[in-house]
């Protein structure tokens, strides 16, 4: 990371800069315990607050760290010790895994209050402008803090980054290469399915109508699942989510096509019974991987 002093000359950051922001500092302190307030307002409305914020005692606690980082951004010394306090909070995002994405709509959050207290205590809109770039340029400068703490966490590797970059972009492409084979695999079954249900269906003509019938019916069960599991397989290459439903229909159906098969045969009750309670058994976990996965 750049140094401090690097970080505040890519900014403008300027003796001027100080001064205004020292001139602002009696002003925000009247407004201290408003931004708080306003603040965890604006948290609410973010998914997921509970997660970061679990009870009474965090959120008292954070409340007077922010009141503190918020006073202290109009303080005036802007030295190596600030830096190092940016550093930590940075680090404790990154502790928390809390997403970059709610800092940056934080940040813009806290500007956006500076900005409308400005224009509430200072009339000469001029004077306005220069108030808010001083403002601006420390609110950027704290965001770069905070987002390189993410940025070093990423940097962390366990061999190279060059080497770890190769394996992953290897592993995705023999996944997907993989994920071809499967639909091949898919269409050859769907062929074999296809002969099936034909063999089946010779049944009918052979004059056995009960058998042709429950046979085929079966086949059509086996065609419909890898029907099922191309277009499955092919949304999913295409990005979409993986459904878990579908292999579970796939037993299922397996089951079904067992049962009408030995409902042929008088002598297989015990064999039957055992065929229906795996249905509903199936049917139960369908039915909840469904619920869950919409």
């Given at each position: 990371?750049?140094?401090?002093?690097?970080?505040?000359?890519?900014?403008?950051?300027?003796?001027g800069?100080?001064?205004?922001?020292?001139?602002?500092r009696?002003?925000?302190?009247?407004?201290?315990?408003?931004?708080?307030?306003?603040?965890?307002?604006?948290?609410?409305?973010?998914s997921?607050?509970?997660?970061?914020?679990?009870?009474?005692?965090?959120?008292?606690?954070?409340?007077?760290?922010?009141?503190?980082?918020?006073?202290?951004?109009?303080?005036?010394?802007?030295?190596?010790r600030?830096?190092?306090?940016?550093?930590?909070?940075?680090?404790a995002?990154v502790?928390?895994?809390?997403?970059?994405?709610y800092?940056?709509?934080?940040m813009?959050?806290?500007k956006?209050?500076?900005?409308?207290?400005?224009?509430?205590?200072?009339?000469?809109?001029?004077?306005?402008?220069?108030?808010?770039?001083?403002?601006?340029?420390?609110?950027?400068?704290?965001?770069?803090?905070?987002?390189?703490?993410y940025?070093?966490?990423?940097k962390?590797?366990?061999?190279?980054?060059?080497?770890?970059?190769?394996?992953?972009?290897?592993?995705?492409?023999?996944?997907?290469?993989?994920?071809l084979?499967?639909?091949?695999?898919?269409?050859?079954?769907?062929?074999?399915?296809?002969?099936?249900?034909?063999?089946?269906?010779?049944h009918?003509?052979d004059?056995?109508?009960?058998?042709?019938?429950?046979?085929?019916?079966?086949?059509?069960?086996?065609?419909?699942?890898?029907?099922?599991?191309?277009?499955?397989?092919?949304?999913?290459?295409?990005?979409?989510?993986?459904?878990?439903?579908?292999?579970?229909?796939?037993?299922?159906?397996?089951?079904?096509?067992?049962?009408?098969?030995?409902?042929l045969?008088?002598?297989?009750?015990?064999?039957?019974?055992?065929?229906?309670?795996?249905?509903?058994?199936?049917?139960?976990?369908?039915?909840?991987?469904?619920?869950v996965?919409?």
């Amino acid at each position: 990371m750049n140094s401090f002093e690097q970080i505040k000359s890519h900014y403008g950051f300027t003796n001027g800069d100080i001064r205004n922001l020292e001139q602002l500092r009696p002003v925000m302190e009247k407004y201290a315990s408003e931004f708080v307030a306003e603040f965890y307002q604006f948290v609410k409305n973010l998914s997921e607050h509970d997660k970061y914020l679990k009870d009474d005692t965090i959120i008292r606690r954070h409340q007077d760290a922010l009141r503190v980082w918020f006073l202290r951004l109009f303080k005036g010394d802007y030295d190596r010790r600030y830096f190092d306090e940016l550093e930590r909070v940075g680090m404790a995002h990154v502790k928390i895994n809390l997403p970059a994405h709610y800092v940056n709509a934080a940040m813009h959050f806290v500007k956006g209050f500076i900005h409308t207290t400005i224009h509430k205590e200072f009339k000469d809109l001029e004077e306005c402008v220069y108030f808010e770039r001083s403002a601006d340029k420390i609110l950027d400068i704290n965001l770069d803090i905070f987002t390189s703490s993410y940025i070093e966490e990423e940097k962390k590797f366990f061999l190279s980054q060059r080497l770890e970059s190769y394996l992953i972009q290897f592993a995705n492409r023999f996944t997907y290469g993989l994920n071809l084979t499967l639909v091949g695999g898919l269409v050859m079954m769907g062929l074999g399915v296809m002969w099936l249900f034909t063999y089946d269906l010779m049944h009918l003509l052979d004059g056995n109508i009960e058998q042709g019938l429950l046979r085929t019916l079966g086949s059509l069960l086996m065609l419909w699942v890898v029907i099922e599991l191309m277009e499955t397989e092919v949304k999913h290459l295409k990005g979409g989510k993986f459904k878990v439903k579908v292999f579970i229909s796939v037993a299922l159906v397996a089951v079904i096509r067992k049962i009408l098969v030995t409902s042929l045969k008088t002598d297989a009750v015990e064999a039957q019974l055992s065929l229906v309670a795996a249905v509903a058994v199936l049917g139960v976990v369908y039915w909840l991987i469904a619920k869950v996965e919409g």
